[in-house]
């Protein structure tokens, strides 16, 4: 038994989104996408799910032709999918959210049995081995919670099909370790997996085969075993890539003054609790701990988006006395923000509204903003981060993640900020781009800036780094000031309680 893919194509005006792609998707198996952003993954994905149509070609499973007219043809068909955004109900909690739109779960009379309900989810919980905050409203959920509360929602029962778009973008290792097991026991009971990461070293640990497109076509459909993250990079965009794989030599000399410094900040919600850190000019400090942390929060403590309960920020040496995201910019202060889409950018506005958004005031004159000069500047950032897009006017929502990303960074560079405040940087962008914002954050560090990266992802956290800040229940528990690091020592920091990893120093 397999899902059948026969000769789908799918054009968006100008774009050939999909052109004649034929793949099959075996039952018992799971079968990795990669490719780069724009490779034509989510256009295949929506089709898969019945949010898009194909303009021609087939999908047939075991044989017989599968027609989805829609999202609740593809949930009746067994389907199950859990986004690269999840796509849940702010205002809900997580028990609300596991069963909106179900017609199957238990009750009496037309009245549901909230008990009943909770005990059901916790039972599926237990199954896969999750631990969620169910009665936690969904607004109140860390991403990683979010993440893990969508998969449980498809896993409540055996779907015959689970496709999982950048699953683990937004968690630690230990909750995609989770999220590993889950997946092997619906492969064992004979689901077909699709499994799309730009994370190749998880392809290669989760997946049975894989298919690598690009430009919309399938390159190659093989067999993981005997594959390497190389020689995957080499099949999506050329041995050229692939030979220059790998970290960037380090900061050669000692750093400059202290462009960042943080004494005691603490946030009224008790997420940050009395952090103390300094970051240098020249310097990249990484951020790491396990999902709840206080990492994100810590950053926008920093930036002014949070209530504070005491401490303090100074920038270049001048004290921030009336914290916020404003003021930060004012003092040369940027955050890249962990959810591009709902915090950095405008989805229905152009690409050149979103390039120009934080500092519109500079192409003005007058008060009046010259569309020539704000023209010039975007068709500039377009060149120089190499986005792609059909033009200026197009909706920014309408561009790849990578691309999105891409946009988000020539924005925040483009004030040239002194401190740059990074929450997940490289999430759910492929390999190339992942390297031209590592380049970026470079860059801007041997350009006398500083640099403060939240990454989820420890390999990517020890080949940017200069230093390493691990935080646990929101405070810094543990520095590695010295590369390179250890990561055994590192995970293990974010679980000991009561004594220092392994080349640790005090923070």
Known sequence: ??????????????????????????????TALIGENGAGKSTLIKILTGAYAAD?????????????????????????????EPQLVDSLDGVENLFMGRSDFGHCAGILSRPALRRRAQAVLDRLGFALPLDRMVRDMSPAQRTLLALTRCLLETPVLLILDEPTASLTAVEAAWLA??????????????????????????????????????????????????????LMSGPQAAACHGAEPRHAGGFGACRLAVDALATRDGRVRGVSLRAH?????GLYGLAGAGRTELLEAIYGARTLAGGMVEVDGQVQRRMSPSASLRAGMCLIPEDRKRH????????????????????????????????????AAVARHQ??????????????????????????????????????PTQ??????????????????????????????????????????????GRIAQAFDTAPFSTASILHACFAANRAAPGATSP
Do not use: Y
Not at 14 to 23: G, N, P, S, Y
Not at 345 to 372: C, E, W
Not at 392 to 421: C, D, H, M, T, Y
């Open 1 to 30: 038994m397999s899902l059948h893919v026969a000769d789908v194509s799918k054009r968006f005006g100008l774009t050939q989104a999909l052109d004649a792609v034929t793949l099959d998707i075996p039952a018992g198996c799971v």
């Open 56 to 84: 021609s070609g087939a999908l047939r499973w075991s044989g017989r032709p599968l027609n989805l007219r829609g999202p609740l043809d593809a949930r009746a068909a067994g389907i199950a999918v859990l986004h690269q």
């Open 181 to 234: 097991r889950a997946v092997e026991g619906v492969r064992a009971k004979g689901t077909a997996v699709v499994f799309v990461s730009h994370r190749l070293d998880e392809v290669l640990a989760m997946a049975d085969r894989v298919v690598v497109m690009r430009n919309g076509r399938v390159v190659t459909a093989l067999d993981c075993a005997g594959q390497t993250h190389d020689s995957l990079i080499a």
């Open 281 to 285: 000019a020249g310097e990249i400090v």
């Open 344 to 379: 950095a950018l405008m989805p229905q506005r152009s690409l050149l509204h979103n390039l120009s958004l934080s500092h519109i005031g500079r192409f003005a004159r007058a008060g009046l903003v010259s569309t020539r000069r704000e023209r010039a500047a975007g068709d």
């Open 387 to 424: 986005i792609r897009a059909t033009n200026l006017e197009q909706p920014i929502g309408e561009l790849s993640g990578g691309n999105q990303q891409k946009a988000v960074f020539a924005r925040a560079i483009g004030i040239a900020p002194g401190v740059l405040l990074c929450d997940e």
């Open 428 to 473: 759910a962008v492929d390999v190339l781009t992942r390297r031209a914002i590592h380049g970026l954050i470079r860059e801007h560090a041997a350009r006398g800036g500083t640099a403060l990266v939240v990454t989820s992802d420890l390999d990517e956290l020890v080949g940017l780094a200069d230093r390493v800040l691990v935080m646990r229940e």
